[in-house]
């Protein structure tokens, strides 16, 4: 197979559009900051907390609609082993969002926060929230790792292009771009890409279904005809791992500071939370082409086609059905524009990996703990970069391992059992202290471990009920452990933490061993009607969180 070479103008030209809405974003973000009077990290990382509605939902969309949910769904749904029932990721985002928009939203817009991380620092202390912030760190950069193993397998199949140059040149536009304008860039870029896979995944769908190498989809759904069922189906013995897996892609989106800055990015958690809802119903109208080409490849007789037999399954790379069923089900110019929106999907993903993960070190380690007098122009360096050295840390992950999967669930694992247990403590229950925190925290970690992972050939200490081995003879937890961890964290914050509060409050030890000073925290935190926010009202461009945190003590 040689180069494709119209496959590769036409990339360069979507890259060049990319690169060139990165420009303009980032021209409109000077003018901006130039008519704002307050902090220019604003500006940057929340675009003037007044970014347009429609742009708010299509950065939103865009960023959870990934390299990693397009090819993820169409491997889901061809793979005979699992099919459409195991191809999670559109219906736990609808949760996703829906919870977002109803319980989340409020809390953290009307707090006027600057990042996800900041009632934690108000609520805990610098040290603890730092100690809080590093598991989000690293699920951002295995966001950008898994969002970059994606278009690099992609690339290669269809415009055989060499897996470390996609990589590479991918990565180099998406940081350009971010380092440009913030968020204004990131956003604007959001709207082109959606676009783009918008219009690109319909475009292929007609050609998948009318090729003359597959069978009808609607008698492969539940007959065995080249394979089984692509609907799949969920065994009575599978139905813990069902729920568990369901649930960690629900809620543990909720724990990713790339959700908060769009939210935080609107100009009242009203906004925020139409914001939501209107991307949840995006998110599935997205996910119904990628469902498609896992059926028609489902329905394949692969001996009809140029790629022959063995099955992509049989050979190994099922998780790359979706630019292998472009390639050959589809013509050559068709199947170029189905790469464009792997890669838009790819890069407008990337992009809020790398601004969110530079917003929680510059704003949560850098300004409110080694640099609280730094100007707003060392703040604009500190942010730039943050973005290249998570670029280059996710970058380099990708030639460490080539599997999305592993990269997909080992991050989002990490905010469902660590993050989203101290993120639903520290916003809705009051009398969540530090000791509670780093109990569950501690606790949350040891039982991941114990629990084993397979991707990453990690044995289990524990093994819950239903737990069997598989044909690698490596042992599967069906029990919904994750979930199970989840809640443990939750109610031992919860327990340590009313137990402590109850122990100082009663003088049963002196103030002085008070390690996190809760007493004095609990009267420091100030609650959002007390403000005087109202719904409605202009937010000023310098957040009064971060003028509280700055007065917050060392520890």
Same mark, same amino acid.
């Given at each position: 197979?040689t180069?494709?070479?119209?496959g590769?103008?036409?990339?360069?030209v979507?890259?060049?559009?990319i690169?060139?809405?990165?420009?303009?974003?980032?021209m409109?973000?000077?003018?901006?900051?130039?008519?704002? *009077?307050?902090?220019?990290?604003?500006?940057t990382?929340?675009?003037?907390r007044?970014?347009?509605?429609?742009?708010?939902?299509?950065?939103l969309?865009?960023?959870?609609?990934g390299g990693?949910?397009?090819?993820?769904?169409? !491997?889901?749904v061809?793979?005979?082993t699992?099919?459409l029932v195991?191809?999670?990721m559109p219906?736990?985002?609808?949760?996703?969002f829906f919870?977002?928009?109803f319980?989340?939203a409020?809390p953290?817009?009307?707090n006027?926060?600057?990042?996800?991380?900041?009632?934690?620092?108000l609520?805990?202390?610098?040290?603890? %929230?730092?100690?809080?912030l590093?598991?989000?760190l690293?699920?951002?950069?295995?966001w950008?790792?898994?969002?970059?193993?994606?278009?690099?397998?992609?690339?290669?199949?269809?415009?055989?292009l060499?897996y470390?140059?996609?990589?590479?040149?991918s990565s180099?536009v998406?940081?350009?771009?971010?380092?440009?304008g913030?968020?204004y860039?990131?956003?604007?870029?959001?709207?082109i890409?959606?676009?783009?896979?918008?219009v690109?995944?319909y475009?292929c769908?007609?050609?998948?279904l009318?090729?003359p190498?597959s069978v009808?989809?609607?008698?492969?759904?539940?007959?065995?005809t080249?394979q089984?069922?692509w609907?799949?189906?969920?065994e009575t013995s599978?139905a813990?791992?069902w729920?568990? !897996?369901?649930l960690?892609?629900a809620?543990?989106?909720?724990a990713?500071?790339?959700?908060?800055?769009?939210?935080l990015?609107?100009?009242?958690?009203?906004?925020a939370?139409?914001?939501?809802f209107?991307?949840?119903?995006?998110?599935?109208?997205?996910?119904?082409p990628s469902?498609?080409?896992g059926?028609?490849?489902?329905?394949?007789?692969?001996?009809?086609?140029?790629y022959?037999?063995?099955?992509p399954? !049989?050979r190994g790379?099922?998780?790359?059905?979706l630019p292998?069923?472009l390639?050959?089900?589809?013509?050559?110019y068709?199947?170029?524009i189905?790469?464009?929106?792997?890669?838009?999907?790819?890069?407008s993903?990337?992009d809020?990996?790398?601004?969110s993960?530079?917003?929680?070190? %510059?704003?949560?380690?850098?300004?409110?703990?080694?640099?609280?007098q730094?100007?707003?122009r060392?703040m604009q360096w500190?942010?730039?970069i943050?973005v290249i050295?998570?670029?280059?840390?996710g *970058?380099?992950? *990708?030639?460490?391992?080539?599997?999305v999967?592993?990269?997909?669930?080992?991050?989002?694992d990490m905010?469902?059992t660590?993050?989203?247990?101290?993120?639903?403590?520290v916003?809705?229950f009051?009398?969540?202290n530090?000791?509670?925190?780093i109990?569950g925290?501690i606790?949350?970690?040891?039982?991941?471990?114990?629990?084993?992972?397979?991707?990453v050939?990690?044995k289990?200490?524990?093994?819950?009920?239903g737990?069997r081995?598989?044909?690698?003879?490596?042992?599967?937890?069906?029990?919904?452990?994750?979930?199970?961890?989840?809640? %443990?964290s939750?109610?031992t914050?919860i327990?340590v933490?009313?137990?402590t509060?109850?122990?100082?409050s @009663?003088?049963?030890?002196?103030?002085?061993?008070?390690?996190?000073?809760? @007493?004095?925290r609990?009267?420091?935190?100030?609650?959002? !009607?007390e403000?005087?926010?109202?719904?409605?009202?202009?937010?000023?461009?310098? %957040?009064n969180?971060?003028?509280?945190?700055?007065?917050?003590?060392?520890c």
């Amino acid at each position: 197979m040689t180069l494709n070479i119209p496959g590769l103008v036409v990339m360069a030209v979507f890259y060049l559009l990319i690169l060139g809405t990165g420009i303009w974003a980032s021209m409109r973000s000077r003018k901006e900051e130039r008519k704002c *009077t307050g902090d220019g990290m604003e500006i940057t990382l929340l675009a003037g907390r007044n970014i347009n509605f429609l742009v708010g939902v299509f950065t939103l969309t865009a960023t959870w609609v990934g390299g990693g949910f397009i090819l993820g769904i169409a !491997e889901a749904v061809y793979n005979p082993t699992l099919g459409l029932v195991w191809a999670l990721m559109p219906v736990p985002y609808v949760l996703t969002f829906f919870l977002g928009g109803f319980f989340f939203a409020k809390p953290m817009r009307a707090n006027n926060y600057l990042t996800m991380m900041d009632p934690f620092q108000l609520k805990y202390g610098n040290v603890l %929230s730092s100690l809080l912030l590093f598991p989000a760190l690293v699920g951002d950069v295995l966001w950008v790792a898994r969002t970059l193993v994606s278009l690099g397998g992609t690339m290669s199949v269809i415009l055989d292009l060499p897996y470390v140059y996609s990589i590479l040149i991918s990565s180099v536009v998406a940081i350009l771009y971010t380092l440009l304008g913030g968020l204004y860039s990131v956003a604007y870029t959001d709207v082109i890409q959606l676009i783009l896979i918008f219009v690109s995944l319909y475009i292929c769908v007609p050609f998948m279904l009318t090729n003359p190498s597959s069978v009808d989809i609607s008698l492969t759904a539940y007959n065995a005809t080249f394979q089984s069922p692509w609907v799949g189906k969920v065994e009575t013995s599978d139905a813990g791992k069902w729920i568990d !897996e369901f649930l960690v892609l629900a809620l543990g989106g909720l724990a990713y500071q790339a959700f908060y800055q769009r939210i935080l990015s609107a100009s009242s958690y009203t906004q925020a939370q139409i914001t939501c809802f209107t991307s949840a119903f995006f998110c599935l109208v997205l996910g119904i082409p990628s469902v498609i080409v896992g059926a028609v490849a489902a329905s394949t007789n692969w001996n009809m086609t140029s790629y022959g037999l063995p099955t992509p399954y !049989e050979r190994g790379e099922a998780g790359a059905i979706l630019p292998i069923a472009l390639q050959y089900l589809t013509p050559t110019y068709v199947s170029i524009i189905g790469i464009g929106a792997v890669a838009a999907a790819v890069m407008s993903s990337m992009d809020s990996a790398l601004l969110s993960s530079a917003s929680l070190f %510059s704003s949560n380690m850098y300004k409110n703990i080694f640099r609280k007098q730094a100007s707003d122009r060392e703040m604009q360096w500190v942010i730039k970069i943050s973005v290249i050295v998570v670029g280059l840390a996710g *970058t380099g992950l *990708t030639f460490l391992d080539n599997s999305v999967l592993v990269f997909w669930m080992v991050g989002v694992d990490m905010s469902y059992t660590i993050m989203f247990p101290q993120l639903v403590c520290v916003l809705f229950f009051n009398r969540a202290n530090g000791y509670g925190a780093i109990t569950g925290f501690i606790l949350g970690i040891v039982l991941r471990f114990m629990s084993g992972e397979p991707l990453v050939n990690l044995k289990p200490v524990i093994k819950f009920p239903g737990g069997r081995y598989d044909d690698k003879n490596q042992f599967v937890q069906y029990f919904p452990y994750r979930t199970f961890i989840m809640v %443990s964290s939750v109610l031992t914050i919860i327990i340590v933490s009313c137990l402590t509060g109850l122990i100082f409050s @009663k003088g049963l030890v002196p103030d002085r061993y008070d390690l996190f000073k809760i @007493k004095e925290r609990a009267k420091a935190l100030v609650r959002p !009607e007390e403000k005087g926010y109202k719904e409605g009202e202009k937010v000023s461009n310098v %957040s009064n969180v971060s003028k509280q945190l700055l007065e917050t003590t060392s520890c």
